[in-house]
C-alpha cells in the first residue's frame, strides 16, 4: 500500500487553513508535555471511539515522534475507509523544529 506522507510545510500550511484534524499518536506523556495545537490523541483504547465517531471524508493528519509509526496509523486508516489522510514527515520533532514556540494545548 502506498502510504499518502506530507512534509511538515505542508501540513503547517493545513493546519493554518484549517478543516484538517490533527491526529497524535504518542504517548500520552508526551502529548500532554506538548502538541500540535488542536490535534487529538488517539491511542489504542480510544482507536475504536475515533473510528465510530469521525467521518471517513473528514481530512486527518497522523503524526507520531519522527513520522516512522504515523504512517502505520495512515494505513490503518486508509483500510478503515478514510479518504483524505496523509502522514506528517518527520513527526512532531520536525514540527517542533519548524515551530518552537508553540506549546500545543
Do not use: K
Request: hydrophobic fraction near 40%.
Amino acid at each position: 500500500m502506498d502510504i499518502p506522507e506530507i512534509d511538515v510545510e505542508t501540513a503547517a500550511a493545513r493546519h493554518a487553513a484549517g478543516g484538517t484534524l490533527f491526529m497524535d499518536v504518542r504517548d500520552a506523556g508526551s502529548f500532554a508535555a506538548a502538541h500540535v495545537p488542536g490535534a487529538l490523541h488517539v491511542s489504542d483504547a480510544t482507536i475504536e471511539a475515533f473510528l465510530e465517531e469521525t467521518p471517513r471524508e473528514q481530512p486527518v493528519v497522523v503524526y507520531c515522534y519522527h513520522g516512522n509509526a504515523s504512517r502505520g496509523g495512515t494505513a490503518f486508516l486508509l483500510q478503515h475507509g478514510f479518504t483524505d489522510v496523509a502522514s506528517m514527515a518527520g513527526g512532531f520533532e520536525a514540527w517542533r523544529g519548524r515551530h518552537p514556540e508553540e506549546r500545543g494545548g
